[in-house]
């Protein structure tokens, strides 16, 4: 038995064979785990690797907090040469598992030839796993951390992705339903082109809030990170409590969080709001990195590491000066319930728009937005931005229920 994967120019091609899972315990196998991506996505034109440092944090307890109320655990499947031919990572955050009707672990990181018997192997040593702990469904596939990264299937728009963003091919739609995944919910991008100007309606909203009296905008300082920090976890924690689901944000993923935020912003494009002087909302955008980090294929080693962060001194100037990082990823944005009606996601946009136009910058994605929050869709919308990429974050229930009761709407905000 023989397929082909297509996806571009690229091939890649398996015959049935015998697999086997092995857990990732020690430095070569979580080897072979980093390796397994780089393996299937060889000759993919759009693929950016991940930094392998990056990857291995996720599942650092010193690194990520989520550990103080949670485990993780990762495989790969190897084939008969000893190559490996899949991985899967599957992880539980005790606070977040009990939010749901049925407590619900994650898988993430999968990666698999196109064959559902490989992927029916990943899928059932995760499900075994996380039902082993008292789980009684899976949601995949996500990160083991917060949603603005590693988070969803890609179904359409297979282009490069912007940082943070996953990228994988159209037929893992198939192995994610052909297992009896659902769709839980559907996120969507949206790619504002900073060569035009912003919509006129926009435009005269963004101008209108910043007249308005006692509404002022900053941007983020790095000198006076601790301060922002505090006003985001003020903002965070009350834009999002009445979500499904929601879990407060500890001041220790705060502090992992700008720790890694202060490396690689951009302070322009950063912005808080502040009403009558009291913190009101927060628009968050990164540099795409993955611009800068495709040519070293996850591995920056320490030649890489010292050019980089010399490269990156004033707002990533030598990148900018060279074209070699003109695109930005809007991570996040937050408005306090009480403040919703007052335009400020117009404000915090048209706030620093020519100036990140003079930096270079060209393009700017709005990502991502889920389904379940219609307000911030409609946001989306009144930028003008055409849609980008889409995603979807699937379930499987562990029990027999049919197909039609595998999912349970989400409460809408």
């Not at 049935?16 to 299937?40: G, I, K, P, S, W």
């Not at 590693?150 to 912007?162: A, I, K, R, S, V």
């Not at 591995?299 to 001194?313: D, N, P, S, Y």
Request: proline fraction near 7%.
């Amino acid at each position: 038995m023989r397929a082909d994967w297509f996806l571009g120019e690229s091939r890649i091609t398996w015959q049935a064979m015998a697999y086997r899972l092995v857990e990732v315990q020690n430095r070569r196998t979580e080897q072979l785990f980093l390796d397994c991506a780089r393996r299937l996505y060889a000759e993919d034109p759009h693929w950016v690797c991940p930094l392998d440092l990056e990857i291995r944090a996720v599942f650092d307890p010193r690194k990520n907090p989520l550990f103080a109320r949670g485990e993780a655990c990762r495989w790969v499947l190897v084939d008969g040469a000893g190559q490996p031919a899949g991985r899967i990572a599957a992880f539980i955050h005790g606070a977040r598992a009990h939010q749901f009707e049925q407590p619900t672990g994650g898988i993430g990181f999968f990666e698999c030839v196109i064959d559902p018997v490989a992927a029916g192997q990943l899928f059932d040593v995760a499900r075994h796993w996380l039902a082993a702990r008292g789980m009684e469904a899976m949601d995949g596939p996500i990160n083991f951390g917060e949603n603005d990264r590693f988070w969803g299937l890609l179904t359409e728009g297979f282009c490069q992705p912007f940082y943070g963003m996953p990228y994988n091919p159209p037929a893992y739609v198939d192995l994610f339903e052909g297992y009896g995944f659902r769709p839980y919910f559907r996120q969507h991008t949206r790619r504002l082109d900073l060569t035009q100007p912003p919509p006129e309606r926009f435009r005269k909203i963004g101008e209108w809030v910043h007249n308005k009296e006692g509404v002022r905008f900053e941007c983020l300082r790095r000198a006076r990170m601790a301060r922002y920090g505090r006003d985001f976890l003020t903002i965070y924690n009350d834009a999002w409590q009445d979500h499904p689901q929601f879990v407060p944000m500890t001041e220790a993923q705060l502090e992992a969080m700008l720790a890694q935020l202060k490396e690689i912003l951009v302070e322009e494009l950063c912005i808080f709001a502040y009403v009558r002087d009291v913190p009101a909302a927060f628009l968050i955008a990164l540099p795409d990195l993955n611009q800068i980090f495709k040519p070293y294929r996850g591995r920056l080693g320490f030649r890489g590491m010292v050019e980089f962060l010399w490269r990156r001194r004033n707002q990533f100037a030598w990148y900018r000066r060279r074209g070699l990082l003109t695109r930005a990823r809007a991570v996040i944005m937050g408005v306090r319930p009480a403040f919703q009606r007052y335009g400020l996601e117009a404000g915090m946009t048209i706030l620093t728009y020519g100036d990140v136009q003079a930096m270079g910058f060209r393009e700017v994605e709005l990502s991502w937005v889920g389904d379940f929050n219609p307000a911030m869709e409609a946001t989306l919308e009144a930028t003008g931005a055409p849609p980008g990429p889409s995603y979807i974050t699937y379930r499987k229930l562990f029990s027999d229920a049919s197909l039609a009761q595998q999912v349970r709407p989400i409460r809408r905000a």
